[in-house]
């Protein structure tokens, strides 16, 4: 394995673990508009974006063996799939091990240590970065995040995504949603509990594209591999928990949207796209289990939305690449 450090400025690097976004300027708002359908027709785009299939419960996307083939060919389709490659207890470990460097990197006016179960501990003056979307300011440099940047089960992902044996590895960082709904907090010298809201800590990431599609699409052409993102749910994430937002389809057509669309940035950076696009419109959640890996195509349209529920929604960015 090799690596390379996620704290690089993303216009070096791009990835979807950073706070860098370029917004659109206002000029091109009409060309953007009226050019939304690309090369398909807008009666087409429902079937173009057909969401990512969902278990035999229906409350969680469909996962996939890092053994089974077939995962390639549904990355292929949808520009993302969700792969198990932690067992549960490897999540547990991964989460103690988040909320130990967490707490070792805490500034002087924390009050008490953060802990995974208690909301009393998740106010803004506990956390290292609490105005990060991410609540992180750093990599994630635990042993555990090495372990899984390491895991065999996601080298053998990558290494058939990209039928290469030598990969690199992103030094990336932990990624975090505190719950906002009906948190139970402990009352000071007293065993009662209140519960109460906190709509204040919701946050998303706006819908974006994790580097420039145009440059991008441009690199493909020139010979360039593909690009993939990734994250490692190390809690369960119902759709309440909050998280990941894709365009299941959306990587494929992108290579043509980029053609009827003026380019909004030079630069090779976390690109938004523009709210009156078609392509908001078919945004589907993807909630995952426990140790399940969302992989997506770097063409994929995505972003995040709040977590709803009263517990923290925990996760790892890994990517590997030749």
């Not at 995040?145 to 990209?162: E, G, K, L, M």
């Not at 990969?167 to 719950?179: E, H, T, V």
């Not at 800590?201 to 993102?229: R, S």
């Amino acid at each position: 394995f090799y690596y390379y450090s996620m704290a690089e400025p993303s216009s070096k690097r791009g990835g979807s673990a950073s706070n860098n976004r370029k917004s659109p300027p206002k000029s091109d708002k009409k060309q953007t508009q009226n050019s939304t359908t690309s090369s398909v027709a807008a009666s087409d785009l429902k079937k173009l974006f057909q969401p990512y299939p969902r278990d035999d419960t229906g409350l969680y996307c469909q996962s996939y063996s890092p053994e089974d083939p077939e995962f390639l060919s549904v990355l292929k389709k949808y520009g993302i799939v969700v792969v198990r490659v932690l067992s549960e207890a490897e999540c547990d470990a991964s989460v103690d091990g988040m909320i130990q460097e967490l707490n070792n990197q805490a500034s002087s006016h924390q009050k008490m240590p953060l802990a995974k179960d208690d909301p009393t501990t998740w106010e803004d003056e506990n956390w290292p970065a609490p105005t990060s979307r991410f609540l992180t300011s750093t990599m994630a440099l635990h042993q555990t995040a090495w372990n899984n940047r390491t895991h065999p089960n996601v080298y053998q992902v990558f290494q058939s995504i990209f039928n290469s044996e030598k990969l690199w590895a992103s030094i990336d960082r932990w990624g975090i949603m505190r719950g906002t709904k009906n948190l139970a907090f402990k009352q000071p010298n007293s065993d009662q509990i209140s519960y109460e809201d906190r709509p204040t800590w919701q946050n998303t990431l706006t819908v974006h594209w994790d580097w420039n599609p145009w440059l991008q699409t441009a690199a493909e052409a020139a010979g360039a591999p593909e690009v993939y993102q990734g994250l490692i749910a190390l809690v369960d994430c119902p759709e309440e928990v909050g998280g990941f937002l894709a365009v299941a389809g959306s990587t494929n057509y992108t290579r043509d949207w980029v053609k009827d669309h003026k380019p909004y940035t030079n630069e090779n950076i976390i690109t938004r796209l523009n709210p009156h696009d078609s392509m908001n419109n078919y945004l589907h959640k993807f909630p995952v289990r426990k140790g399940d890996m969302i992989i997506w195509n770097g063409l994929t349209v995505h972003a995040t939305y709040p977590n709803t529920s009263d517990r923290l929604r925990i996760v790892q960015y890994i990517r590997l690449m030749p």
